[in-house]
Structures are given as structure tokens and as C-alpha cells.
């Protein structure tokens, strides 16, 4: 009996103590989860874009499948959903009607047994040359490469294949075909990413594929079977990093009949200002062989790369199959990020941005043709507060606008400054914590620049901000002109008419509040000043 009543005692203390233990326990969950749940609210509030594309959750880097079709622009990507840094690859998947607002989709392709699925591309199949239509839909077209881990890990260079998916329902979901790979690995290491079009002139589809050190041009009729055509690259241009991520299509030269092929290139490392970048090639193709413009070939060896965009944040950009501007442009869009940091930006619960869809168009200039890259016209629909001035003298320094005045993080801001002497000519964005970020013109060395040294949170990673990146500007007329777009976390700069680009992120530890100009001991004139607040969320 009494030894039956100390027992329950036991009993009744035990249970107490676990539950005890427990409700300290949930509490410290529920703190826990409390405080995540702060951070995540902060992290969406500070550092989640207001204009430019994010996973909702995960990881992302490259932009993939880019196609248009019935009124949609369809935007997949490399797609980690489970985890914030790169991890086994998926297509995430977006739409859009004006290719700057997005609704995120289902994830659009899964890895299997045959390995993660890396990069590609994606075409409408208008003529059902593959022959995969059933009743008569459009069948669209993804190509990628599979890249198998295991053979990765057993240090095999021929892990990766290219592979073809295709989609019934205007790429929403996707079958793979069963007889994947396409084309098979000849023993070459870094052999991925295909992008795919319709060659229009010849009536087929052309492919290109990164091969290593160099590019690889394919055709096919059905996109089943595939012929390699020819190879380019060896010894031209920048081969500092592994190539990856090709683009190769027409463009009309602005304001002449001619047109000319354009080679994007994705290089890491060996970017300009470090990291990763895209360089381009302007050329001839003959259904064969792509040859380089004499003028440009001239301008490579003294330039030695051209860039698509010079800051460090613009990588694997690649454009849209089955749509151009009504010029004949191509529609692009980046990678917002660098190799070098991206698994470590001061991001939780997703990482990584897209840069602001691009019209890429070609000019020629005294000695070559080079590309141009502005931001797509649909973004004027979003401009809804506005600031201007005109003819403002800048001497020394000049508060331009305030964020009481107009948001400083959803923002359009032309520009054109006249007069320019040898000065140098520093926009400054700052916030009363003391972040600075500062860019503009070094006129005595005609070099554009971007320091991001003191914008706020650094320190995730040294490279971030291991120099101020440089760009040489080509004009040099005393009048510059620009477009500068800011969100939250990134600046994209495109001066002259998107001769010259740089797209940079930072993370400051409160919005910026002010934004101002200074000109040193040079004066200028600032003729036009416009201060669009985009009407984005
Ligand atoms: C470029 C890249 C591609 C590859 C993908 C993997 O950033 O390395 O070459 O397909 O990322 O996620």
C-alpha cells in the first residue's frame, strides 16, 4: 500500500517533471520559431524585391527555358526549393504578361535517376517537327542537360548529357523523353546548357551547346536528332573561367539593312570585375560555321572582351526564343549574382534576384558593332510618382531627391549631364546608419565605377567587396546619359543608350534615404533629371 503511494508519487513527479520539461520546451520552440518568423518578415521587408523576380522560397541561379507563347512570357530557373544554397537542380517556373511582373508556378522539372537538371532552354514547336502533339496542341520544347552527381563524385568528365522534356500544356507541366540523352557525352568536361532556336533562313532548329573551352553548333530538324555543325572559341576571346551558358541568334544593326549573329558566352571566374560575367561575339553564320566581324576581331585584341554587362552581377543571362521588340530586339534577362558570394548573401529564406528583363539591340560604332542592352519599355507602365528638375548647376555636392520626397527602392531615374569636365561625377544613395553606395563617372579616365564598400551589410563574404568595379565608358562626348534602376537590394546602370551596363546588389542595414550628386571641383550641368517611383508592391 504505502509502497503503491510513493510509486504514484514517482509517477505523479515524473510526468510533472517531463511536463515541465515539455511546455519549457515548446516555449522555447515557440521563441524560436517567434523569432524566425521576425527575422523572415524583416528579411521580406528590407531585402525581398519590390520589381524583380524571387523564388518564394529556396534557391535560384540561372534563368532557363525562356519562351513566349499566347500572351505569356514563361521564365524557368535553377531551382534548389528545398534548401538556400545550390543543391540538387529543378526548373522553378514564372509567368508573366509584361516580363516585370511575375506569378511563380509549380516547379516545372524534377531531378531523376539520370541526374540534377541543369540549364537549357525551351521552344515552341509550332510546326510539331518533333512530333510530339497529340490533339493538335503546340507542343513546347525544353532542352537541358542532365548532369549525373554520381559520376561527378567519381571524378568521370563525362557526367553531363543533353536531354529533351515536352510539355502538352503551354509549359506547365512536362513529360521527358523516353529516349533521353539526345546527344550523348563525348568525353568532354563542361559540356551543358543548350539553347535552343528556330534558324528561320534554313528552316530548322540550331543549337548551341558550352563545350569546355569552347561552343558547340548543332542542327536538327525533329529536336530529337542533332548534327554537330561546328565548333568556335579557341583562342578567342576570354578563357579565364569555364564557358557556359551560350545564347547565339540575329540581330538587325540599328538605323541600316544589316544583321548580324550574336554569341553570348557565360564565363566563371574571368569576369571583368571578377567572378562571373558574359561576354559576346558579333559575327556571320553561314548554317555552318559562325565567323567573327573583321572590325570586331580588330577591337578584341585590343579590348580583349566585350561584356553584356560590367558589374559583377549579371550571369547566365540568356533571352527568350519565339518573341522580338517590334525594333527586331531580343528580349534578356540575368542572373542577379556572382559565383563568387551567391550562397552567402545575407538571405534566408530564399537567395538570389533576376536583373530587370532586357531589350538587347546592336549597334555599329567607328570601329565594330557592339550590343546594346536597356531596360524592356514595359517598365514606363509602372511609373506612377514623379520628380523632375531641369538645369540644375552641380558644383560641388547636390542633394537630388529624398525618400520622404519619392521611394529610393523602387525607382527609374533618368538622367543627362552636360558639360562634363575631368572630374569625377559620384551619385551617392546613403541612409542615416552611415551605408553608402556610391557610382558614376571618372571623367579624367573616362571609366564608369561602382563601390559598394560601405553599402551596408558586407561581411558574408570578403569578395564582396574586395574593390570598386570599373567600366570604360565608351563615348566621349561631355554628355552623358542614364538610366538608373534601383530596388532594395540592386542597381542597374545603363549609360548612353545601354552602351556601357553595370548591375551591382548590396544589402543596406535600412533603406537608403538620400540620393545625391557630386562633382568634385568640376562643374556641370544636370539638364534633365527624371525620378519615377514604380508602382510595384
Ligand atoms: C551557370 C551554371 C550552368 C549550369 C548551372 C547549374 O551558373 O554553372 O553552367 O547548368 O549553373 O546550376
Not at 540534377?116 to 497529340?134: H, L
Not at 562634363?420 to 563617372?441: A, E, H, P, R, V
Not at 566621349?476 to 546602370?493: A, C, P, Y
Request: glycine share 8%; aromatic share 12%.
Amino acid at each position: 500500500m504505502k509502497r503503491s503511494i510513493v510509486r504514484s508519487i514517482i509517477v505523479v513527479l515524473v510526468i510533472g517533471v517531463v511536463m515541465g520539461c515539455k511546455t519549457s520546451g515548446e516555449k522555447k520552440d515557440r521563441a524560436d520559431s517567434e523569432e524566425m518568423d521576425t527575422v523572415a518578415s524583416m528579411e521580406e521587408k528590407m531585402y525581398r524585391p519590390n520589381f524583380h523576380f524571387t523564388p518564394k522560397k529556396g534557391w535560384m541561379n540561372d534563368p532557363n527555358g525562356l519562351f513566349y507563347h499566347n500572351g505569356y512570357y514563361h521564365l524557368y530557373f535553377q531551382h534548389y526549393p528545398d534548401g538556400n544554397t545550390w543543391g540538387p537542380m529543378h526548373w522553378g517556373h514564372a509567368i508573366s504578361t509584361d516580363l516585370i511582373t511575375w506569378k511563380e508556378q509549380p516547379i516545372a522539372l524534377y531531378p531523376d535517376e539520370m541526374g540534377y537538371i541543369f540549364s537549357g532552354s525551351a521552344v515552341v514547336d509550332i510546326k510539331n517537327t518533333s512530333n510530339f502533339s497529340r490533339d493538335g496542341e503546340i507542343p513546347v520544347i525544353a532542352m537541358f542537360t542532365y548532369h549525373d552527381m554520381e559520376a561527378d563524385k567519381a571524378g568521370k568528365i563525362n557526367d553531363e548529357t543533353q536531354a529533351i522534356a515536352y510539355s502538352l500544356d503551354e509549359g506547365q507541366t512536362y513529360t521527358k523523353y523516353s529516349g533521353n540523352p539526345v546527344i550523348k557525352n563525348p568525353n568532354i568536361p563542361d559540356f551543358r546548357d543548350p539553347k535552343v532556336d528556330w534558324d528561320q533562313e534554313r528552316e530548322r532548329w540550331t543549337m548551341v551547346l558550352a563545350a569546355g573551352q569552347e561552343i558547340m553548333f548543332y542542327a536538327s530538324r525533329d529536336l530529337k536528332n542533332w548534327e554537330l555543325l561546328s565548333k568556335f572559341g579557341k583562342g578567342i576571346g576570354n578563357h579565364n573561367g569555364v564557358w557556359e551558358c551560350p545564347d547565339f541568334f540575329p540581330l538587325p544593326v540599328k538605323g541600316t539593312e544589316e544583321t548580324k549573329w550574336v554569341l553570348l558566352v557565360s564565363i566563371n571566374p574571368g569576369g571583368p570585375n571578377s567572378g562571373s560575367a558574359t561576354q559576346y561575339f558579333v559575327g556571320d553564320f553561314d548554317g555552318k560555321t559562325f565567323t567573327i566581324d573583321e572590325g570586331f576581331r580588330k577591337e578584341l585584341a585590343k579590348e580583349h572582351s566585350f561584356w553584356v554587362d560590367h558589374g559583377r552581377d549579371n550571369y547566365a543571362g540568356v533571352t527568350w526564343s519565339n518573341t522580338r521588340t517590334t525594333e527586331g530586339g531580343k528580349l534578356f534577362i540575368g542572373w542577379m549574382s556572382n559565383w563568387l558570394y551567391a550562397n552567402q548573401v545575407p538571405t534566408e529564406k530564399w537567395r538570389s534576384a533576376s536583373t530587370v528583363a532586357r531589350e538587347l539591340g546592336l549597334i555599329k560604332g567607328p570601329n565594330t558593332y557592339r550590343l546594346i542592352s536597356n531596360p524592356v519599355k514595359q517598365l514606363n507602365g509602372y511609373r506612377a510618382k514623379k520628380v523632375a528638375d531641369k538645369n540644375i548647376a552641380i558644383e560641388g555636392k547636390a542633394v537630388l531627391t529624398t525618400s520622404e520626397t519619392i521611394s529610393l527602392s523602387k525607382t527609374e531615374i533618368n538622367f543627362t549631364l552636360t558639360d562634363i569636365g575631368k572630374g569625377t561625377y559620384t551619385f551617392t544613395l546613403s541612409n542615416s546608419q552611415g551605408d553608402q553606395l556610391k557610382f558614376g563617372l571618372d571623367a579624367s579616365e573616362n571609366t564608369f565605377f561602382v563601390d559598394r564598400n560601405n553599402s551596408g551589410k558586407t561581411g558574408f563574404s570578403e569578395k564582396f567587396t574586395d574593390r570598386i568595379s570599373k567600366a570604360p565608358r565608351i563615348s566621349n562626348s561631355n554628355t552623358l546619359t542614364g538610366t538608373i534602376l534601383l530596388d532594395k537590394t540592386s542597381l542597374e546602370l545603363f549609360y548612353d543608350n545601354g552602351q556601357i551596363v553595370m548591375t551591382e546588389i548590396f544589402f543596406p542595414s535600412a533603406p537608403f534615404e538620400t540620393f545625391s550628386l557630386e562633382s568634385g571641383t568640376a562643374k556641370s550641368t544636370l539638364e534633365n533629371l527624371e525620378i519615377h517611383e514604380l508602382t510595384v508592391n
